[in-house]
C-alpha cells in the first residue's frame, strides 16, 4: 500500500493507492461510498468502499460487485438479500463484516486478498452459509465464522485458500465441493461432507473433533490433525496422506473404504470393518503406521509396502510400545496383499513391523514431497532434470522424457500424454526438439556447458505443469580458424599503422611495412579497437544513400558485430561465429 499526501490551502488531502491485488479487480467503480443505511446493489454496478461504512439492510441484484480497499471496514448491520440465480461478486482489501448470519442464495464469488479478512459476527462467531449453485472463494487473507455452511445439495463449490479460516464451529457441506487449503484451516469442533466433496490439504488442517467423510475424499500433503472425535469413512470414501495425518480419536472405516499411506500416519483406534490400508506401488516408497490401541481386521486388507509402529503414547513424548511385531498391531491376522492386489504373506507384501529399530525399512520416511494437487485431485507432472554429453553436430540418445512422469506416481512422460516446450537455451545452437524429446546441438556450437529449461504439461489437464533443467556438455565443438595468413607469392606493403607497442622508431622502415596487405595496421596489447556502437533502431535510421557494402557497426540490441554485405537497409549481417571460410 502506498500513500502519498498533498498540502494544499491548509488541508490535508489524502490519495490511498489500492493493493495491486485490489486494482486488479475493482478498476471501474460506478459507486463510491453510498450513504444509504438501507442499500440495494444494482445490476451491474461496482461499489467502492475507500472509508469506514456501516449499512442496515442490503440487497444484491444480478452481476453486483463490491470492492473494499485495504483497512476499510464494510458492516452490514442486518438483513442479506440476494436472488436464486443472480451472480453476486465480494472482492475484499480490507474487512468485510456481518453482524447477523447471512444465507446468500446467488451464485457468490469472494476473492479476500492477503490482508483482507470476511467475518461473520463482531467476534467471528456467526454462521456464513452459500445457497446458490455456483460458489467461489478464494482467500489470501482471513475468514472468521462460526459455522461455514455449503447448503445446496445441487451447488459446485470451490474454496481455495492461501491464508486463515479461523471457524469457531463445524463446516457443512453440501453439493460437489472441491476444498483446497494450503494456508491454515481451525475447525473449533467438526466438519461434514457430501457424497461429492474432496479435502486437498497441501497446508495444515486442524479440527477439534472429527469428521463424516460420507463417501468423499481426503488428500494430504501438509499436515492433518484430527481431534478426539471420530473419523467416520462411508462406502468408496479414500483418504490418501502424503503428509502427516494424525487421529487422536476413532477411525471407522467401512467394506469399500480405503486408506493410502506414503507419508506418516498415526492413528490412535481404528475400525476397519474390511476396509483396505495401502502403500506405495514401488518398493522404493514406504507408508509408516503408528498406532496406540491394537487394530482388528475384520477382513481388512493391509499392503504393499508399509511399516507399522505401536506407541502408549504420543503426547507430550511419543513413547514407543515395549512390544512390537504384527501380534502387537492386529488383533489378528489381516489379509496382507501386494501390489497387483493379490493376497500374500507380509513379507511378500513388503508389510514390516518397526523396521526403524533395526534399519531394515528399505525407504525412509517422507512427509513432504513438495507438491500440492490439481482441484480435480490429481497431481502434477514430474519434470526431472537431465544431463547430456553431445558432441558437435549431434543430438542426444535419449529424451528428456525418460524420467519425467506423466503425473505424480503416474506413466512415463511421452511426446502423447505431455505437452513438451523449451523454455529457454544458453545457446540458440543448442534447442530441444519438441517433437521427440531430443536436444540437438549445432555444428558451430564450441566446446562448454550449455543448458536448457523446458516444461511439460499434462494433455489432460495442460493448466498443470512442471519445469525441468538440462545440463548439456558439448564436446569437439572448436570451428575457430587457426591457419596461419597467407605471406608467399606477392604481397603489398601496409602503408600507415598506429602503435602502443614501441615497434615505430624514426628511420625504421620496417614496421607497419612487414604487416602486409592492409591500408592501417593497429598494434595493441593493453587496449581494443572500437567502432561506432549503436542499437538496432538507430542502424535502422542511417539514411539508404549513406549505406556501404563492408559498413561495420557494433549493435548493442544484438550484442554482435554487424557488417553490411550489400550496401541496402536488408544487408546487415551479425558477424557471432568463429569458423574457417572453407
Known amino acids: 500500500?502506498?500513500?502519498?499526501?498533498?498540502?494544499?490551502?491548509?488541508?490535508?488531502?489524502?490519495?490511498?493507492?489500492?493493493?495491486?491485488?485490489?486494482?486488479?479487480?475493482?478498476?471501474?467503480?460506478?459507486?463510491?461510498?453510498?450513504?444509504?443505511?438501507?442499500?440495494?446493489?444494482?445490476?451491474?454496478?461496482?461499489?467502492?468502499?475507500?472509508?469506514?461504512?456501516?449499512?442496515?439492510?442490503?440487497?444484491?441484484e444480478n452481476n453486483s460487485k463490491i470492492c473494499i480497499a485495504p483497512g476499510v471496514t464494510l458492516v452490514i448491520q442486518n438483513n442479506v438479500n440476494s436472488a436464486n440465480g443472480s451472480n453476486v461478486t465480494f472482492e475484499i482489501a480490507g474487512t468485510l463484516q456481518f453482524n447477523q448470519n447471512p444465507n446468500i442464495n446467488s451464485n457468490l464469488t469472494i476473492n479476500i486478498a492477503s490482508g483482507g479478512t470476511m467475518r461473520s459476527g463482531s467476534s467471528g462467531n456467526n454462521n456464513f452459509t452459500f445457497s446458490g449453485t455456483a460458489n467461489t472463494l478464494t482467500n489470501r487473507g482471513g475468514v472468521d465464522v462460526g459455522v461455514l455452511g455449503f447448503g445446496n445439495n445441487d451447488a459446485t463449490n470451490v474454496i481455495d485458500n492461501y491464508g486463515t479460516y479461523s471457524i469457531t464451529s463445524n463446516i457443512n457441506i453440501s453439493g460437489t465441493t472441491i476444498f483446497r487449503n494450503f494456508g491454515t484451516i481451525n475447525v473449533g469442533q467438526n466438519f461434514s461432507s457430501s457424497n461429492a466433496t474432496t479435502y486437498i490439504n497441501c497446508g495444515t488442517m486442524n479440527t477439534a473433533q472429527g469428521y463424516n467423510l460420507s463417501s468423499g475424499?481426503?488428500?494430504?500433503?501438509?499436515?492433518?490433525?484430527?481431534?478426539?472425535?471420530?473419523?467416520?469413512?462411508?462406502?468408496?470414501?479414500?483418504?490418501?496422506?502424503?503428509?502427516?495425518?494424525?487421529?487422536?480419536?476413532?477411525?471407522?472405516?467401512?467394506?469399500?473404504?480405503?486408506?493410502?499411506?506414503?507419508?506418516?500416519?498415526?492413528?490412535?483406534?481404528?475400525?476397519?470393518?474390511?476396509?483396505?490400508?495401502k502403500g506405495p506401488a514401488s518398493s522404493s516408497k514406504k507408508g509408516?503406521?503408528?498406532?496406540?490401541?491394537?487394530?482388528?481386521?475384520?477382513?481388512?486388507?493391509?499392503?504393499?509396502?508399509?511399516?507399522?509402529?505401536?506407541?502408549?503414547?504420543?503426547?507430550?513424548?511419543?513413547?514407543?510400545?515395549?512390544?512390537?511385531?504384527?501380534?502387537?498391531?492386529?488383533?489378528?491376522?489381516?489379509?496382507?496383499?501386494?501390489?497387483?492386489?493379490?493376497?500374500?504373506?507380509?513379507?511378500?507384501?513388503?508389510?514390516?513391523?518397526?523396521?526403524?529399530?533395526?534399519?531394515?525399512?528399505?525407504?525412509?520416511?517422507?512427509?513432504?514431497?513438495?507438491?500440492?494437487?490439481?482441484?480435480?485431485?490429481?497431481?502434477?507432472?514430474?519434470?526431472n532434470s537431465d544431463n547430456f554429453a553431445i558432441n558437435a553436430g549431434a543430438s542426444s540418445v535419449t529424451s528428456v522424457l525418460v524420467n519425467d512422469l506423466e503425473q505424480y506416481n503416474g506413466v512415463v512422460a511421452t511426446t502423447s500424454n505431455v505437452i513438451l516446450t523449451q523454455v529457454s537455451t544458453s545457446n540458440p545452437n543448442v534447442t530441444l526438439n519438441t517433437s521427440t524429446g531430443l536436444v540437438q546441438v549445432g555444428s558451430n556450437v564450441l566446446t562448454g556447458n550449455y543448458t536448457i529449461t523446458?516444461?511439460?504439461?499434462?494433455?489432460?489437464?495442460?493448466?498443470?505443469?512442471?519445469?525441468?533443467?538440462?545440463?548439456?556438455?558439448?564436446?569437439?565443438?572448436?570451428?575457430?580458424?587457426?591457419?596461419?595468413?597467407?605471406?608467399?607469392?606477392?604481397?603489398?606493403?601496409?602503408?600507415?599503422?598506429?602503435?602502443?607497442?614501441?615497434?615505430?622508431?624514426?628511420?625504421?622502415?620496417?614496421?607497419?611495412?612487414?604487416?602486409?596487405?592492409?591500408?592501417?595496421?593497429?598494434?595493441?596489447?593493453?587496449?581494443?579497437?572500437?567502432?561506432?556502437?549503436?542499437?538496432?533502431?538507430?542502424?535502422?535510421?542511417?539514411?539508404?544513400?549513406d549505406l556501404k557494402e563492408g559498413m561495420m557497426v557494433y549493435n548493442t540490441t544484438l550484442n554482435c558485430l554487424q557488417i553490411n554485405t550489400d550496401g541496402t537497409a536488408s544487408g546487415w549481417k551479425c558477424f557471432n561465429t568463429q569458423a574457417c571460410p572453407d
Do not use: H
Open 288 to 383: 509408516f503406521v503408528y498406532v496406540i490401541n491394537p487394530i482388528n481386521p475384520n477382513g481388512a486388507k493391509v499392503g504393499p509396502n508399509l511399516d507399522f509402529t505401536r506407541y502408549s503414547q504420543y503426547e507430550a513424548t511419543m513413547i514407543k510400545s515395549g512390544t512390537q511385531g504384527s501380534t502387537a498391531i492386529f488383533a489378528n491376522a489381516p489379509n496382507y496383499i501386494n501390489t497387483s492386489g493379490a493376497t500374500t504373506t507380509a513379507a511378500s507384501a513388503n508389510v514390516t513391523f518397526d523396521c526403524s529399530a533395526g534399519g531394515t525399512c528399505g525407504a525412509s520416511l517422507t512427509t513432504n514431497i513438495g507438491l500440492c494437487p490439481n482441484m480435480d485431485g490429481s497431481f502434477p507432472p514430474i519434470a
Open 217 to 277: 475424499r481426503v488428500i494430504n500433503t501438509g499436515v492433518f490433525n484430527v481431534g478426539t472425535g471420530t473419523v467416520d469413512m462411508g462406502s468408496n470414501s479414500r483418504l490418501e496422506n502424503y503428509g502427516t495425518f494424525y487421529s487422536k480419536g476413532a477411525i471407522n472405516g467401512s467394506s469399500t473404504s480405503s486408506i493410502y499411506n506414503e507419508g506418516l500416519l498415526k492413528i490412535t483406534t481404528w475400525q476397519p470393518n474390511g476396509a483396505s490400508i
Open 1 to 60: 500500500m502506498i500513500k502519498i499526501y498533498f498540502k494544499n490551502d491548509g488541508y490535508l488531502l489524502f490519495l490511498l493507492f489500492l493493493s495491486i491485488n485490489y486494482y486488479s479487480q475493482c478498476t471501474s467503480c460506478t459507486v463510491t461510498n453510498p450513504t444509504s443505511s438501507n442499500y440495494t446493489f444494482s445490476s451491474g454496478s461496482v461499489v467502492c468502499f475507500t472509508t469506514n461504512t456501516t449499512l442496515s439492510d442490503v440487497t444484491f
Open 454 to 545: 523446458y516444461q511439460i504439461c499434462r494433455v489432460s489437464l495442460p493448466s498443470s505443469c512442471s519445469t525441468a533443467t538440462v545440463m548439456i556438455n558439448v564436446a569437439g565443438g572448436d570451428p575457430v580458424c587457426y591457419k596461419p595468413a597467407i605471406n608467399s607469392g606477392t604481397t603489398l606493403p601496409s602503408p600507415s599503422g598506429i602503435t602502443s607497442l614501441t615497434r615505430a622508431s624514426p628511420g625504421d622502415t620496417n614496421w607497419p611495412e612487414t604487416r602486409k596487405g592492409a591500408w592501417l595496421v593497429l598494434e595493441s596489447k593493453t587496449k581494443g579497437f572500437v567502432v561506432n556502437r549503436l542499437t538496432t533502431t538507430q542502424v535502422e535510421q542511417i539514411p539508404a544513400d
